[in-house]
């Protein structure tokens, strides 16, 4: 059993900061050579890529250069930092496992948490 359990979202202003976390039980199984990444879904749109890290990182084109992802692998935990937010950002931010196949693309991740909500004020 694989649970992901995020955490860290919040409404702020336009240009603030926040640091998401998912945390990934994986009931004693390692996930150290997986893939996680984070996708987002706004009101009214299809869910999108967000980034991923497995041995590199990756970005949308809208975030990159002001999101950040990390991974502790100890904790099986893996961190979006967000900077200079905007209001094009609100969104639910959904966090997921995968073991195989692009990690940019949303059909590879087999498990998904529950999403964290980001709301931001302009």
């Known amino acids: 059993q694989v649970q992901l359990v995020e955490s860290g979202g919040d409404t702020v202003q336009a240009g603030d900061s926040l640091r998401l976390s998912c945390f990934c039980a994986?009931?004693?199984?390692?996930?150290?050579?997986?893939?996680m990444g984070w996708f987002r879904q706004a009101p009214g749109k299809e869910r999108e890529f967000v980034s991923a890290i497995a041995w590199s990182s990756y970005y949308s084109d809208t975030v990159k250069g002001r999101f950040t992802i990390s991974r502790d692998r100890a904790k099986n935990t893996v961190y979006l930092q967000m900077n200079s937010l905007k209001p094009e950002d609100t969104a639910i931010y959904y966090c997921a496992v995968g073991v195989e196949g692009d990690p940019r693309r949303d059909y590879a991740y087999t498990y998904w948490g529950e999403g964290t909500q980001v709301t931001v004020s302009s």
């Open positions: 994986a009931s004693g199984r390692s996930i150290s050579s997986w893939y």
